[in-house]
C-alpha cells in the first residue's frame, strides 16, 4: 500500500518561501508520478505541479509556473515543492498524490486530473499573509 506523509506548511509573508515536502513508501513499480494539489477555504482541490518518476519530467499549473519548483529525492522517494514568492491567493492546504498508473492519451499525460491519483496524502496548510 502506498503511504504518503505532507509536511512543511506554515505561516509565510507575501514574497516569502516554503519548502514542502512528500514523503512517500510502498511502491511496486517504478513508474509512477507524485503530484501537489492545493485547495483554499470554499474552493475546489486544484492541481499545482506533478513530477514523473520515469524520467523526471514536470508539470505546473500556470499560476505557479516560474515561482514553485518540484522536485524529488528517489533514493528516500520525497518530492519536494519549493515555493518562492508566495502570494495571498496561494493560502491553501497543500496535498500530496500518487497516479501509480501514469497513463498517456496520445502523446499526453493529463496530470491535472485528480481522478488520475490512487493515492492520497494528508494535507499540510499553509497560510500567506498580505
Known amino acids: 500500500e502506498v503511504q504518503l506523509q505532507a509536511s512543511g506548511g506554515g505561516l509565510v509573508q507575501a514574497g516569502g518561501s516554503l519548502r514542502l515536502s512528500c514523503a512517500a513508501s510502498?511502491?511496486?513499480?517504478?513508474?509512477?508520478?507524485i503530484g501537489w494539489f492545493r485547495q483554499a477555504p470554499g474552493q475546489g482541490r486544484e492541481a499545482v505541479s506533478c513530477i514523473s518518476s520515469s524520467d523526471g519530467s514536470t508539470y505546473y499549473a500556470d499560476s505557479v509556473q516560474g515561482r514553485f519548483t518540484i522536485s524529488s529525492d528517489n533514493a528516500k522517494v520525497t518530492v519536494y515543492l519549493q515555493m518562492n514568492s508566495l502570494k495571498p491567493e496561494d493560502t491553501a492546504v497543500y496535498y500530496c498524490a500518487a497516479d501509480l498508473d501514469p497513463t498517456y492519451w496520445s502523446g499526453n499525460y493529463y496530470w491535472a486530473d485528480l481522478d488520475e491519483y490512487d493515492s492520497w496524502g494528508q494535507g499540510t496548510l499553509v497560510t500567506v499573509s498580505s
Open positions: 510502498g511502491f511496486t513499480s517504478d513508474d509512477y508520478a
